[in-house]
């Protein structure tokens, strides 16, 4: 059995998702990623499983904030679907990439973004050996983004607010 998470990155600062969060009703846990990206680690429901497609369409609706709900799935794969304004315009998935990730993807990260070394991570290709897990390819895809990855590659179920600089908890 491999890892499992699922989190979201909100293409806004820290304070303002937190009160969007709250308003929501939402109980999860919230820290910087980067200037004016939030990572948010939902509370997992049953199955320990959380929807972060639903999240970042009830938090995009409400706000117009892009988000990008990340699934990683027994490390054996990565899905990563992006939001604007609520509404689903792409889809991305670690077992069949396609030519325009980069480009749809480049725009959550922050500062000016390597579209080819973003496209190398995406594609699963690194300078390592071995195979390429899902968590860490996911790594690999939020370095190349200029985004820390701790809030963005952990479950609810394992976070400890006070392992995560800046972390929030908020509660319904």
């Known amino acids: 059995m491999g890892t499992s998470y699922q989190t979201l990155l909100v293409a806004a600062a820290l304070g303002p998702v937190c009160d969007a969060l709250a308003v929501a009703g939402v109980d999860a846990i919230a ?7 939030t990572a948010v680690i939902p509370r997992e429901g049953d199955l320990e499983f959380a929807d972060p497609g639903d999240l970042a369409e009830r938090i995009g609706a409400g706000t117009g904030w892009a988000t990008l709900a990340n699934v990683v799935e027994d490390s054996d794969w990565l899905q990563l679907e992006a939001y604007r304004e609520g509404r689903f315009v792409h889809r991305y998935r670690s077992d069949r990439p396609t030519p325009d990730d ?6 959550f990260g922050a500062g000016e973004v390597d579209t080819t070394r973003l496209g190398r991570a ?13 968590e860490f390819q996911h790594r690999l895809i939020l370095n190349a983004l200029h985004l820390d990855p701790r809030g963005l590659t952990t479950a609810y179920r394992w976070a400890d607010p006070g392992d995560l600089p800046g ?3 908020v509660a319904p």
Not at 31 to 37: G, Y
Not at 122 to 134: I, K, M, N, Q
């Open 31 to 37: 820290l910087p990623a980067a200037p004016d990206r």
């Open 122 to 134: 995406l594609r699963g290709e690194f300078d390592g050996t071995g195979p390429v897990y899902a």
């Open 167 to 169: 972390a929030v908890r």
């Open 102 to 107: 980069a480009a749809r993807l480049a725009p």
